[in-house]
């Protein structure tokens, strides 16, 4: 120990000098409140901020999940009639200032859960290690329409990846990446129908595998969870109605809308997509350009009047197009 520390400690030591007396407890000083460090270095701009913000902003507008056009199992429970028709008619919303990032965060979880819990795929080897499979590609379906998809094959072919398949549990697993609002409203009223019916079509994509599912799970996972307690999951058992529903309503809207557009034109086409229901939530997270954009975000956008009359013969067709699914449309 050197010299100076020995001294330090001499000085503090209690009466006795031996350096063995109980030391007093300082007081601290009589200062008031505590203030801010008073200490604050001139700021320079955010050419730093601006720096790393630019290559972000091309990685998100590049990702396969902002470059994805083509309807999906996600979107095919939708409860908005008028969502699903514009997707058929190959029409894109709006797109909102700014790049969004709350769907790069779930992108972000995903990725790691996937890495963790999936395996790794070797070097040129398309065969997943490990019992579990993550990011699962499967096949749920052709549509079909003869102008209005594919102009030389006339199908669209509905593919997507499930999150998490454990087949020693014969389970699905899908994540979701949530606010407290989502996650409150979840607890409260159950999933939503589009989350519910898209597992659906996952699990109806494995049985034509046959692999059909027992299981299927949606995990709730906290955007500001500290725990991993504070994850939520809802899970029940594999039943393929609400996909069949789903799959003969898509392809249901989407012949009425190539008969639409093979008698009167696209544009009939899209006024009578504009008289579709909306989401029965009052929610909607795309604005179409027969909207006009909310003015909050839990608000659903306004919709514009059609620019054509809609002739009788189309509007008797809208109630065919179900917004929810029903326990007894298989009764």
């Known amino acids: 120990m050197s010299d100076a520390i020995l001294a330090l400690i001499n000085a503090t030591a209690g ?18 409140e505590h203030g801010e460090c008073d200490w604050k270095p001139k700021p320079l701009g955010s050419s730093v901020l601006q720096a790393v913000l630019d290559p972000i902003d091309t990685a998100i507008a590049n990702h396969p999940r902002s470059l994805q056009k083509a309807i999906g199992p996600s979107e095919l429970g939708t409860d908005s009639p008028h969502e699903l028709a514009m997707k058929l008619l190959q029409r894109e919303p709006i797109e909102q200032p700014g790049t969004p990032w709350l769907p790069t965060q779930g992108t972000a979880v995903h990725a ?17 290690q490990g019992e579990w499979e993550a990011e699962k590609r499967v096949h749920v379906g052709l549509l079909h329409s003869h102008t209005l998809l594919d102009p ?18 014969r389970a699905t697993v899908d994540w979701k990446n949530v606010g407290q609002w989502t996650l409150k409203h979840a607890q409260t009223n159950g999933p939503t129908q589009q989350y ?16 059909a599912p027992e299981r299927q799970a949606l995990v709730y996972i906290p ?25 003969n309503r898509a392809q249901l809207t989407l012949d009425i809308l190539q008969a639409i557009v093979d008698r009167d034109g696209t544009e009939m086409a899209l006024a009578w997509a504009a008289l579709l229901p909306g989401s029965a939530s009052g929610h909607e997270w795309n604005t179409w350009e027969d909207e006009t954009p909310a003015l909050t975000p839990f608000a659903p956008p306004t919709r514009k009047p059609p620019a054509l009359d809609m002739p009788d013969r189309w509007t008797r067709l809208i109630p065919a197009i179900e917004p929810t699914y029903q326990t007894n449309n298989n009764n």
């Open 15 to 32: 009466d006795g000098g031996d350096g063995n007396a109980t030391q007093k407890p300082v007081k601290a000083p009589e200062t008031g």
């Open 196 to 211: 519910l019916v898209q597992q659906a079509l996952y699990g109806w994509a494995l049985e034509q595998e046959g692999h």
């Open 152 to 169: 030389v094959s006339h199908e669209w072919h509905v593919t997507g990846s499930i999150d998490l398949w454990i087949p020693g549990m």
């Open 223 to 247: 955007r500001d969870a500290r725990v991993l307690s504070d994850w939520w999951s809802y899970e029940w058992a594999y039943d393929p109605k609400p996909a069949l529903w789903a799959w």
């Open 112 to 128: 790691w859960l996937e890495h963790h819990l999936g395996g790794h795929r070797p070097d040129g080897d398309d065969e997943w």
